[in-house]
């Protein structure tokens, strides 16, 4: 089969990809719905067609950790990097195996819970500003739920724990008008935490078909809660500069208000709560996570981070990696010809020999709520994806387009 061929094919299954309408399943992907998720076949076939196993990948705005979580069921290793705690924690959550003691003792923990509210809420709680705009009879049912975690003797048994309230949470209150009862809550719970036991049973099968121990994924990747930019200093990448072959993400969007941080109560009003099931501070503003604000300064400043960002992963990539990232704008026409000039500027250019058809890796999401500018809301978002590759040394060979999965495949990881 010829070198265009392979490429035609590794083009078309990844435009199956982009195109997907599945809704988000399998694996731990639905730990939380973490916005702007990127779709799991779009991860899976990059990795599958552009690393070999053991290899890296890194993901420098992990967001919900899609691409960690498929790339470590595919036997790869991971890097993932986000400064948001809520990203950090769930993919954490999302990919450390549970044993059957463990789950036994989560099932026994979560039956003797009373979700029903004391009838005051202790000047504690209250005072606690994580908990802004929480409807009281939620606070008082989550810190119940928060109190009872002391019981559970491990700490990945309540990072479990607290990710099923986090989840049970955000289904309960975000963009919700009315809040379920007690009762309703606690069988919820249950029903989830049966879900993510599910879950966390295909994603470790899937790791050890692919060579990774239930036992040896944690030591498969590294999560750091930090800034991308200065990143290529971190002590704890440096013996890994030079390794990852590919980057597979998804950037925040310029122009675009999502909330990462907050849920919406009753409608517009926003809570930071949370941070409060998860054990986190929370001293940040919308900008903070999404790299800039909606007005001009705000572009300015998300375009300068991007290439500071981009400059502190090229320095860790090896020389032949390919970056792809799914990135959507509230102005295409003027942000795009930026953003590809902030990637050439960070030391990248961009890929057309493996899509060649920019129009093609446009993908509508329907049904998803983005704010572009105050009082305007998309119903129907569009995301483009892009491939890139770091700019070779005066001299360098350019690297042929070769799918890793359809070459020679040596053994285990060393």
Not at 146 to 162: C, I, Y
Request: glycine letters at 8%; a neutral charge; aromatic letters at 8%.
């Amino acid at each position: 089969m010829s070198e265009v061929a392979l490429t035609q094919l590794v083009e078309s299954r990844l435009l199956a990809s982009v195109h997907s309408s599945k809704h988000v399943t399998g694996l731990t992907h639905n730990f939380y719905r973490y916005p702007a998720r990127m779709p799991p076949e779009l991860a899976r076939e990059a990795v599958e067609n552009f690393t070999r196993p053991c290899e890296y990948i890194i993901d420098p705005f992990m967001g919900g950790g899609t691409s960690i979580v498929e790339a470590l069921a595919l036997g790869r290793r991971a890097i993932g990097i986000d400064l948001n705690p809520i990203a950090h924690f769930v993919t954490a959550a999302k990919t450390t195996p549970l044993s059957q003691n463990d789950r036994q003792t989560l099932r026994e923990w979560v039956q003797t819970l009373d979700l029903a509210p004391d009838e005051a809420v202790s000047e504690e709680i209250l005072r606690e500003p994580r908990v802004k705009n929480l409807p009281e009879t939620a606070l008082g049912s989550f810190a119940k739920v928060l109190d009872g975690m002391e019981a559970l003797p491990w700490p990945r048994q309540r990072k479990f724990a607290r990710c099923a309230l986090l989840k049970m949470g955000q289904w309960a209150i975000d963009c919700k008008e009315r809040l379920p009862s007690s009762d309703v809550m606690k069988a919820q719970l249950l029903i989830f935490m049966e879900e993510m036991f599910a879950g966390l049973d295909a994603f470790t099968a899937a790791a050890g078909t692919s060579g990774f121990g239930k036992a040896q994924i944690t030591g498969q990747r590294r999560l750091l809660l930090r800034s991308t930019v200065g990143v290529e200093d971190d002590p704890q990448l440096a013996a890994l500069r030079g390794k990852p072959k590919l980057v597979i993400t998804s950037p925040p969007y310029p122009g675009v208000h999502v909330l990462y941080h907050r849920w919406q109560v009753a409608g517009r009003r926003e809570t930071p709560a949370p941070y409060w099931l998860i054990g986190s501070p929370d001293g940040h503003g919308a900008a903070h996570y999404t790299l800039g604000s909606r007005s001009v300064l705000g572009l300015e400043n998300y375009f300068q981070t991007i290439v500071a960002a981009y400059r502190s992963v090229r320095a860790l990539l090896h020389p032949d990696a390919l970056v792809v990232q799914l990135i959507a704008f509230s102005d295409p026409d003027r942000q795009l010809p930026a953003f590809l000039d902030a990637m050439q500027l960070a030391g990248f250019r961009e890929e057309t020999a493996i899509a060649g058809d920019r129009a093609a890796m446009w993908r509508d999401v329907p049904n998803r709520k983005w704010y572009y500018r105050v009082g305007a809301v998309s119903g129907t978002a569009r995301e483009l994806l892009l491939f890139h590759r770091p700019i070779a040394e005066v001299g360098a060979v350019p690297h042929s387009v070769m799918p890793s999965d359809l070459a020679a495949v040596g053994g285990g990881c060393g």
